[in-house]
């Protein structure tokens, strides 16, 4: 049976509280392989640890969220590259530039993501990137830095999704896809080379349909894996082992 790979997911949130060892125990019967699970915070990377800690198939990103970014003090990049060395820690993130929320000056946002993209080239890991409302200024950043990594629950267009392979980068998507507005997001599951594209759910947000407006939890990227298997005319379980196949490789996790 093909497997699930979640490459982006937040069990840390405060919708788990009631049952995350429960949710996260569940997760292998329900055919998932793999979950990482993406910081904003110190505090959340924290945490990330300590579910890859305690499940051999957790791994976890470390970085500040743009909507954290006023958090950066002094000191935070030494703080992160310790939590770093830690040997599941598989990426830093989620970093990015957010102007939807636009919460934290532009200008803090895109000191923190550079500061953490130089810190991922030091130490050899892909970055996690977050752009919501911001391609412009995030593309200006990837191309002049030039980070191995993804761009998480790509919303950008197809015109921007080959510019962003062509940096060498991949994208994973997520719920978005089955969505009846997702036009940008159709496109963009029907033109992604199959090699640079990823699955991820944004757990507990960003449920697919049918179960939108639900908590979300890993193992929904089966909706979502329909649907881009439907759009892309390969069946599911190509999809599947294409797309964990690809996030093993991302994130250097053997199966
Ligand atoms: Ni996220």
Same mark, same amino acid.
């Given at each position: ?116 993209? %130089?810190? +991922? &080239?030091?130490?050899? *890991? ?6 919501? $409302? /911001?391609?412009?200024? =995030? ?47 159709? %496109?963009? +599951? &029907?033109?992604?080379? *199959? ?6 759910? $944004? /757990?507990?947000?960003? =449920? ?48």
């Amino acid at each position: 049976m093909a497997m699930i790979f979640d490459a982006h997911a937040h069990y840390d949130d405060d919708k788990f509280n009631d049952d995350r060892f429960q949710v996260l125990s569940s997760m292998p019967e329900k055919g998932v392989c793999c979950i990482v699970n993406a910081a904003v915070d110190i505090e959340t990377a924290k945490l990330s640890i300590e579910y890859a800690e305690k499940y051999s198939y957790v791994y976890a990103a470390v970085g500040l969220h743009p909507e954290c970014a006023h958090k950066a003090e002094e000191g935070y990049i030494d703080r992160l590259k310790n939590l770093a060395k830690h040997k599941k820690v598989v990426a830093i993130g989620e970093i990015g530039l957010d102007y939807y929320w636009d919460t934290v000056p532009r200008d803090v946002q895109k000191r923190v993501f550079i500061q953490q993209i %130089e810190l +991922a &080239k030091e130490l050899n *890991l892909p970055v996690v990137v977050h752009d919501r $409302d /911001a391609h412009g200024d =995030t593309m200006d950043i990837l191309r002049q830095y030039k980070p191995s990594g993804i761009v998480h629950c790509f919303s950008g267009s197809v015109e921007m999704c080959r510019e962003v392979v062509k940096l060498g980068m991949s994208i994973s998507l997520g719920g978005v896809v089955t969505f009846k507005n997702a036009r940008h997001s159709v %496109e963009v +599951a &029907k033109d992604i080379p *199959l090699d640079r594209l990823l699955l991820e759910t $944004d /757990a507990p947000y960003m =449920t697919p349909v049918p179960f939108r407006g639900k908590r979300c939890d890993s193992s929904m990227i089966k909706y979502t894996a329909e649907k881009i298997a439907e759009i892309r005319g390969i069946t599911v379980e190509e999809l599947l082992n294409a797309t964990t196949e690809n996030a093993c490789r991302l994130f250097n996790i053997e199966l």
